[in-house]
């Protein structure tokens, strides 16, 4: 459910465009929330994929646990599939708990990514 990729071009040969993306916020801590959401860009190698494909079964195991985030129009809620969804250093820790909790299927993959994200301002979940 969760993949990493070389290059865009290794993406394109795997399902095109068709992914959520999960990516570290690089921004320094202290940021505004404004500007964290306007400063997203996409198709970051070190990034976490979820295919288009099986965004259901990560949206059924997983979507009551990426929750919260904060949506471009800086409201926060339920994961936006279509949208940005900034989750900072706080919620990473939540969402790291949560799943250590509930060891949802892949949980080993994106617990270590994320406890890189421990090394950012947190990350993005960048809708399709």
């Known amino acids: 459910m969760f993949y990493r990729f070389w290059d865009q071009e290794e993406r394109n040969e795997f399902n095109g465009g068709d992914f959520l993306e999960l990516q570290y916020c690089r921004l320094p801590v202290g940021t505004s929330v404004e500007r964290i959401i306007d400063h997203t860009e996409f198709w970051r190698d070190d990034s976490l994929y979820v295919s288009g494909d099986e965004d259901a079964l990560f949206y059924r195991e997983y979507g ?23 989750y900072g250093p706080k919620l990473t820790e939540r969402i790291i708990e949560a799943i250590l909790e509930k060891k949802p299927p892949e949980s080993t993959k994106v617990l270590l990514w994320l406890y890189e994200a421990r090394r950012f301002n947190g990350f993005y979940i960048l809708g399709v």
């Open 64 to 86: 009551d646990i990426f929750t919260d985030g904060t949506y471009a129009n800086l409201k926060t809620g339920p994961m936006d599939w279509c949208g940005v969804n900034y």
